[in-house]
């Protein structure tokens, strides 16, 4: 971990504290419980080790997708992201998409991402490879579907920056978009994946 990724893990906690004070975090629900167009399990997922991870093989599970980069005041959410999956792995999957879409934060290789991650953070769930994540040319069709309504049904939140998470039922609906400064340790993250 280089010095700058030591003082943001350090900065993390307060940084959480000020967008709570600032009331900056958006969460967005699919109250309606709109149904997608497009099935999530048609979907599928090149993983950082070069497998493919086909959607389908997620049935029956809910399943956090998450935009990430090493170089990110949010990065420490690597930490909680592990603690809620090593609490919940039973009935939850958690699918991190490294990328390099804001402010050149994840400039790593596949390889030393994976490196990044189990050695800092010890993290053991899933990670693909590196993608584009925002509404531009190149952008992976799992996040095209996660931010194009008449794929999923309801939203169109792209992600914002960095760790900005979506949480998809049981059933292959896309319940809810949380912003970055949504800890998926908070309140109304273990509520979403406990419901």
């Not at 996660?146 to 939203?155: A, T, V």
């Not at 039922?169 to 949380?178: A, D, I, P, Q, R």
Request: glycine share 4%; proline share 4%; charged share 25%.
């Amino acid at each position: 971990m280089t010095l700058r990724q030591r003082l943001l893990k350090l900065v993390y906690p307060l940084f959480l504290l000020l967008q709570r004070i600032r009331s900056k975090q958006t969460i967005l629900v699919n109250k309606e419980e709109k149904l997608p167009a497009s099935s999530f399990y048609d979907l599928s997922a090149t993983l950082s080790n070069g497998e493919n991870l086909s959607f389908e093989t997620l049935r029956g599970k809910k399943v956090l997708i998450v935009n990430t980069a090493s170089d990110c005041v949010f990065t420490a959410q690597y930490e909680e992201l592990q603690k809620l999956y090593q609490h919940s792995k039973e009935d939850l999957v958690i699918l991190a998409f490294p990328a390099n879409d804001f402010k050149n934060q994840e400039e790593k290789t596949d390889k030393e991402i994976v490196s990044f991650c189990q050695v800092n953070y010890g993290i053991r769930f899933p990670l693909a490879k590196k993608s584009v994540v925002i509404k531009r040319e190149g952008q992976h069709p799992v996040f095209r579907w996660l931010s194009n309504r008449r794929l999923n049904g309801w939203n169109e939140q792209a992600p914002r920056w960095n760790f900005s998470k979506y949480l998809v039922n049981e059933k292959g609906v896309l319940t809810h978009y949380f912003d970055p400064s949504v800890s998926p340790l908070g309140t109304e993250m273990i509520s979403a994946v406990h419901q």
